[in-house]
C-alpha cells in the first residue's frame, strides 16, 4: 500500500493524520510507504512561516519524497514509479483543488498497470475559499479515481454531486490519539505560565477567515463572560491579517481575557493547551469536517462548534458539548451555561462513551471497500 500525501518533514494536520493512517494499515499487516513531496506548494502560495517541521522524524515509517506540486515532469515520473510499484492500493489525500491536476495525472498513470487501485481521502469537494474552477478540477480529480472516501456527509453530498456513479463512503474522522496521553490540569497550566485560579477556553488551529475567530472574539466581549474568572487561549498561526483581530480585541477592550499563543504549535506541545482547557470552542463560519474536534475527543475535552458542515454530526449538541448558529450571542450564551451550570463533568462522561465511534480500524476498511 502507497500513501501520496503530506508527511514529515512537512508539519500540520494533513501530516500527522498520514503518518498514523500509515500506522493503521500496518497494524492490519500492510506493506506500507508513504509518498509525500519535493515541494508541496511554493513558497509564495503558502501563507505561514514555514511548511517544515522543527519535529524528529516519525520512527518505523518509511517516507520517501516523490511529488512536486508545480512540476508536471515530475507527475510523469512519479506517475510511471507508481505504474511499476504494482501496489494493490495507492490513497491519495484530496484537500484543495490546487492538487486536482498532479494527484489525476499520477492517478490514472499508476493505474495502468492493471492491478492498482487508486482511491482517494476527500476532505474537500467544494474548498472554504472558493474559486471559479473547484468543480472542474474537483471532477477531474474524481475522474482517475477507483473510489474515494469522505469525512463527513456534506461533503459526500459534494462528492455525489460531482458524480453520483463513482463509489464514495462516508467514514467519520479518527481519533487524532497521536498526540501522547493526557497530562493533569495542573502539569499543563504550569507548562503554560497560566493562572490556576482562571478557566480556560481554547481555539486551537490555524487561523483563516472561515474559522470565526472574530465570532468568538465578539462573544467575549459579553458582560456575563466578563464577570468570570474565564480566560481564552488563542493558539495557532496567522493565515490571514492578524491586526483586525487585535483591532478587535481592543475595540471590544478585552484583552485581558485572551491569552495569545498565536503561532504553530509543535506536535510534542498539543497535550498541553488540550489539557488546560475546559472547553474547545470552533465558532467556524463554514466547515467540512474537522481534526481538532478529534483531538478534543482524544483528550475528553467538551467542545462548542457551530451549524455548519458536517461538524454537527460528531458532536452531539447538549451530549459532548453545544451546537450553535454561526453568531456571538448564542456563542456567549452557551459559553455561560457552560461554566454557570458547571457542565464539564457530565460532558466528559459523554464523551468517554461517543468517542469509541471514531477508530482508525474503520477508516483502513472502509479505504479497502472502495477499492474493490
Same mark, same amino acid.
Given at each position: 500500500?502507497?500513501?501520496?500525501?503530506?508527511?514529515?518533514?512537512?508539519?500540520?494536520?494533513?501530516?500527522?493524520?498520514?503518518?498514523?493512517?500509515?500506522?493503521?494499515?500496518?497494524?492490519?499487516?500492510?506493506?506500507?510507504?508513504?509518498?509525500?513531496?519535493?515541494?508541496?506548494?511554493?513558497?509564495?502560495?503558502?501563507?505561514?512561516?514555514?511548511?517544515?517541521?522543527?519535529?524528529?522524524?516519525?520512527?518505523? !515509517? *518509511?517516507?520517501? +519524497?516523490?511529488?512536486?506540486?508545480?512540476?508536471?515532469?515530475?507527475?510523469?515520473?512519479?506517475? $510511471? %514509479?507508481? &505504474? /511499476?510499484?504494482?501496489?494493490? !492500493? *495507492?490513497?491519495? +489525500?484530496?484537500?484543495?483543488?490546487?492538487?486536482?491536476?498532479?494527484?489525476?495525472?499520477?492517478? $490514472? %498513470?499508476? &493505474? /495502468?498497470?492493471?492491478?492498482?487501485? *487508486?482511491?482517494?481521502?476527500?476532505?474537500?469537494?467544494?474548498?472554504?475559499?472558493?474559486?471559479?474552477?473547484?468543480?472542474?478540477?474537483? &471532477?477531474?480529480?474524481?475522474?482517475?479515481?477507483?473510489?474515494?472516501?469522505?469525512?463527513?456527509?456534506?461533503?459526500?453530498?459534494?462528492?455525489?454531486?460531482?458524480?453520483?456513479?463513482?463509489?464514495?463512503?462516508?467514514?467519520?474522522?479518527?481519533?487524532?490519539?497521536?498526540?501522547?496521553?493526557?497530562?493533569?490540569?495542573?502539569?499543563?497550566?504550569?507548562?503554560?505560565?497560566?493562572?490556576?485560579?482562571?478557566?480556560?477556553?481554547?481555539?486551537?488551529?490555524?487561523?483563516?477567515?472561515?474559522?470565526?475567530?472574530?465570532?468568538?472574539?465578539?462573544?467575549?466581549?459579553?458582560?456575563?463572560?466578563?464577570?468570570?474568572?474565564?480566560?481564552?487561549?488563542?493558539?495557532?498561526?496567522?493565515?490571514?491579517?492578524?491586526?483586525?483581530?487585535?483591532?478587535?480585541?481592543?475595540?471590544?477592550?478585552?484583552?485581558?481575557?485572551?491569552?495569545?499563543?498565536?503561532?504553530?504549535?509543535?506536535?510534542?506541545?498539543?497535550?498541553?493547551?488540550?489539557?488546560?482547557?475546559?472547553?474547545?470552542?470552533?465558532?467556524?463560519?463554514?466547515?467540512?469536517?474537522?481534526?481538532?474536534?478529534?483531538?478534543?475527543?482524544?483528550?475528553?475535552?467538551?467542545?462548542?462548534?457551530?451549524?455548519?458542515?458536517?461538524?454537527?454530526?460528531?458532536?452531539?449538541?447538549?451530549?459532548?458539548?453545544?451546537?450553535?448558529?454561526?453568531?456571538?450571542?448564542?456563542?456567549?450564551?452557551?459559553?455561560?451555561?457552560?461554566?454557570?451550570?458547571?457542565?464539564?463533568?457530565?460532558?466528559?462522561?459523554?464523551?468517554?462513551?461517543?468517542?469509541?465511534?471514531?477508530?482508525?480500524?474503520?477508516?483502513?476498511?472502509?479505504?479497502?471497500?472502495?477499492?474493490?
Amino acid at each position: 500500500m502507497i500513501l501520496v500525501g503530506t508527511a514529515y518533514p512537512y508539519r500540520g494536520g494533513l501530516a500527522v493524520y498520514n503518518e498514523r493512517l500509515a500506522r493503521s494499515f500496518q497494524e492490519e499487516g500492510y506493506e506500507v510507504e508513504i509518498w509525500t513531496f519535493t515541494v508541496q506548494y511554493p513558497n509564495f502560495l503558502f501563507p505561514g512561516k514555514t511548511q517544515f517541521s522543527t519535529e524528529p522524524a516519525p520512527e518505523g !515509517l *518509511v517516507i520517501r +519524497r516523490e511529488l512536486n506540486s508545480v512540476n508536471p515532469f515530475n507527475w510523469l515520473k512519479v506517475g $510511471r %514509479r507508481l &505504474r /511499476k510499484a504494482q501496489a494493490d !492500493l *495507492v490513497v491519495m +489525500r484530496y484537500w484543495i483543488p490546487y492538487m486536482a491536476p498532479s494527484h489525476g495525472f499520477i492517478a $490514472r %498513470r499508476a &493505474r /495502468k498497470n492493471g492491478k492498482t487501485k *487508486v482511491v482517494s481521502i476527500l476532505d474537500n469537494i467544494v474548498p472554504h475559499e472558493k474559486g471559479f474552477a473547484d468543480k472542474l478540477l474537483a &471532477r477531474y480529480f474524481m475522474n482517475s479515481l477507483d473510489g474515494g472516501v469522505t469525512m463527513s456527509k456534506s461533503v459526500f453530498q459534494d462528492a455525489m454531486a460531482i458524480d453520483a456513479n463513482k463509489k464514495v463512503e462516508y467514514c467519520p474522522h479518527p481519533l487524532y490519539d497521536n498526540f501522547g496521553a493526557k497530562v493533569s490540569r495542573e502539569e499543563a497550566l504550569e507548562f503554560m505560565h497560566l493562572d490556576p485560579d482562571c478557566r480556560y477556553m481554547l481555539f486551537f488551529g490555524i487561523i483563516r477567515d472561515y474559522k470565526g475567530l472574530d465570532l468568538l472574539l465578539q462573544a467575549m466581549g459579553d458582560e456575563r463572560l466578563r464577570k468570570m474568572k474565564v480566560k481564552l487561549i488563542v493558539a495557532g498561526e496567522f493565515y490571514n491579517n492578524a491586526e483586525q483581530y487585535h483591532v478587535l480585541e481592543r475595540q471590544l477592550a478585552i484583552s485581558d481575557q485572551l491569552v495569545w499563543r498565536s503561532q504553530f504549535v509543535p506536535d510534542s506541545e498539543v497535550k498541553y493547551y488540550f489539557n488546560a482547557a475546559d472547553i474547545v470552542v470552533q465558532p467556524y463560519k463554514s466547515a467540512t469536517q474537522s481534526g481538532v474536534t478529534q483531538i478534543a475527543y482524544h483528550f475528553e475535552k467538551p467542545m462548542l462548534v457551530t451549524d455548519v458542515g458536517g461538524l454537527r454530526e460528531i458532536v452531539p449538541n447538549g451530549v459532548v458539548g453545544y451546537v450553535t448558529s454561526v453568531d456571538p450571542n448564542q456563542i456567549a450564551d452557551a459559553l455561560v451555561d457552560f461554566f454557570e451550570k458547571q457542565r464539564y463533568d457530565g460532558f466528559v462522561q459523554n464523551i468517554q462513551v461517543e468517542k469509541q465511534k471514531y477508530s482508525w480500524n474503520r477508516m483502513v476498511e472502509t479505504l479497502v471497500s472502495v477499492s474493490k
